[in-house]
């Protein structure tokens, strides 16, 4: 009972999490922003989701599964997220006007910048 | 043998670098909350160049998912030869706090792992 409601918030709070960063992917100005934004909801988010999915089963079996799941979902989530902004930046993806510093410029090839939106 | 001892010994760092990382993790969702929840972007982006003091591929790997999980940060590009990160962050306020940030965050890893 008590576990069923832990679960229950756990899964919520992950929800409300990924939907905020659903929000933020569309409200964000570049794909860098966005993916620095996602990567890091969709890791607690997920992580969240699972571990309240764990808690409302409620078996040992559960945990396991679940806890093998969150450390994987902890290691990909941020290597999707380099791997997304990596492929931006070479394809030449526009940063935002309001970019301070890009040490980056001349490091790798990038082929004449997109046209800003 | 050895490397079982060694881990045991680096035990302590290890149960630290994992909580330094969850409360980051919790950290940085409250940001990107806070963001996209008011009006207006007050973020201040920018691409940098962070040196480094990991020694192998693991190292490097384990502090790029580091900081792509702390606040506002996200490794875009690495250097094989240096072992350099270019890091993407969305609040940046000068070249000095922003590398002490990272360096820091890399102290609580070498720990760990060495």
Redesign the interface.
Known sequence: MILDLIGAVLIGLGIFLVLLAGIGLLRFPDVFIRSSATTKAAGLGIALVLAGTACAIGTGEAAVKMGIAIVLQFIGAPVSGHVIARAAYRAGTPLWDRTTVDDLQGFVERPHELEAR | MKRVIGVLRRLPYIVWALLVFLWA??L??VR??W???TPG?S???????VPTRTRSDWETTLL??MI??T???????V?EDTRDL?V?T?Y?EG?EAFLAEIASLERTLLKATR
Request: hydrophobic share 45%.
């Open positions: 993790l919790v940085s969702n990107v909350a963001e996209v929840l972007l973020m201040t982006p920018a691409i940098v160049r790029a998912n792509t999980m606040p506002g940060t996200l490794s875009i590009e250097d270019y993407h969305l940046y070249r």
